[in-house]
C-alpha cells in the first residue's frame, strides 16, 4: 500500500497552473519586445547563440524538479507488513441524495455542500468503526464500500456532486435496499445507515425498506436537508450561476423540504429523524445516538509497518533541478533542440 504521512503537503501543486500561466505570459512578453524593437536581420546578428527553445525545456525540468520535491516532502510510504487487527466498533452506512434539489440555498453553501461538511466531521469523530457511503437520486449507487480508512472516505466524499447519478429522483428505499446489501449480515457488529436527504420527489417503498431494515436490527437514521420555506434550485455553468430551475409554466421551482416522510422513514427503521439548520446538521445527534449501539469486535486487515521512499523523490528532484540550471540558454543541436528555429 502506498501512502503519503503528510498529505496536507501536496496542496503546494496548485501553484504549478500558476507557474504554467506565467511562463507562458513571460515567453509572450519575451517575443513581443523583441519583435518589437529588432528587425529579423538585426536579431539574427545580436542575438545569434540565443535559444527560443531552452527555456522551455529548462523550465519543464523545473517543474518536473517542483513535482518531485513535493511529493518528496509530503513523506511517501510504502506498506510492508499486512496484519489483521481486532477492533471494537459499529458498521455505518451514510447515503446520500445528490438530486438537484440538493443544491438549493436554504442551507450555507448549499444543501449538499452543508452535508458534505457535516458527512467530514461525523468521520473525523470516527475510532474504530467501518464507514461505508451509497449515492442516490432515482437510482442508488455504491460510492464507499465499508471501510475503516477514514482518509479514503474522505477522498470519496469530494468526489460526490449532484453529476454522479444520470436518473434524478429520491429512490431513498433503493438506497436503503443496496445498503443492506453491503452489510454483512452474519457479523455481529451492530449497524446503522444514515439517509440525508431533502425527501422532494420521493419515489416510494422507503417505508417499507427501512421496515424491513429494522426487522433485521438494522436502524434507520433520516436527516433532513432545507427548510420549509424552500428555495429555488440554481442552475449553474461551471462556476457561473444562468438562473433556476422553471417548470412547464416558466414559474421557478421552489424546493421544499419533507420533513413528515424522513420522519416517517426512521420511524419504520427504529431510527432518529433530525432536521438540519445552518446552526447543526444534525449529525451530533445522531452520533450520540450510534454511540450508544453496542460496539462488537471484528477483524480488519491494516498495514501495520510502512517504510519511507522520500529520498528517492527528493534525489530525482534535485538531480533536474540541477538540469534545470545546467541547461542554460544558449543554442545546442543536443537533442535536436533548437531545429526549425529562425
Known amino acids: 500500500m502506498f501512502r503519503f504521512e503528510h498529505i496536507e503537503y501536496l496542496w503546494a501543486l496548485a501553484i504549478l497552473p500558476v507557474l504554467i500561466l506565467v511562463f507562458i505570459l513571460w515567453k509572450r512578453w519575451r517575443k513581443n519586445s523583441i519583435d518589437n ?16 527553445n531552452k527555456p522551455t525545456v529548462q523550465f519543464i525540468f523545473f517543474l518536473i524538479a517542483l513535482i518531485l520535491l513535493i511529493f518528496g516532502f509530503a513523506g511517501p510510504q ?56 451509497i449515492v442516490f437520486a432515482g437510482n442508488a449507487y455504491t460510492q464507499l464500500p465499508i471501510t475503516t ?5 474522505k477522498l ?37 445507515i444514515i439517509i440525508i436527504s431533502d425527501g ?34 440554481p442552475i449553474y455553468r461551471g462556476e457561473r450561476r444562468l438562473g433556476y430551475m422553471k417548470n412547464k409554466n416558466g414559474e421557478t421551482v421552489v424546493s421544499k423540504l419533507n420533513p413528515d416522510m424522513l420522519e416517517d422513514i426512521a420511524d419504520a427503521g427504529n431510527g432518529k429523524f433530525v432536521q438540519a439548520t ?40 534535485l538531480i533536474f533541478l540541477v538540469l534545470s540550471v545546467l541547461t542554460g540558454k544558449r543554442k545546442s543541436n543536443i537533442f535536436g533542440i533548437n531545429k526549425g528555429e529562425s
Do not use: C, W
Open 37 to 52: 524593437f529588432l528587425s529579423p536581420q538585426l536579431k539574427e546578428h545580436i542575438l545569434p547563440n540565443i535559444s527560443n
Open 78 to 133: 510504502v506498506g510492508t507488513k499486512l496484519e489483521e487487527v481486532k477492533r471494537e466498533g459499529v458498521e455505518l452506512i451514510v447515503a446520500v441524495d445528490v438530486s438537484n434539489s440538493m443544491t438549493a440555498e436554504d442551507l450555507s453553501p448549499n444543501r449538499l455542500e452543508r452535508a458534505k461538511r457535516a458527512i467530514e466531521k461525523l468521520v473525523d469523530r470516527l475510532q474504530s468503526d467501518r464507514i461505508g457511503m
Open 149 to 153: 480508512d477514514y482518509a479514503a472516505a
Open 156 to 192: 470519496f466524499l469530494d468526489a460526490v456532486n449532484t453529476d454522479i447519478v444520470p436518473v434524478q429522483g429520491t429512490a431513498i428505499g433503493d438506497a436503503i435496499d443496496l445498503a443492506m446489501e453491503s452489510f454483512d449480515m452474519e457479523s455481529s457488529t451492530s449497524k446503522a
Open 200 to 233: 422532494e420527489d420521493h419515489e416510494g417503498g422507503a417505508e417499507e425498506a427501512a421496515e424491513k431494515a429494522a426487522d433485521n436490527g438494522v436502524a434507520v437514521h433520516t436527516i433532513g436537508m432545507g427548510s420549509n420555506e424552500g428555495a429555488p434550485i
Open 278 to 317: 445552518n446552526a447543526d446538521a444534525g449529525l451530533n445527534y445522531i452520533f450520540d445516538e450510534i454511540g450508544k449501539m453496542e460496539k462488537a469486535e471484528f477483524g480488519s486487515k491494516v498495514y501495520t509497518d510502512y517504510e519511507n521512499r522520500f529520498q528517492y523523490f527528493l534525489g530525482a528532484g
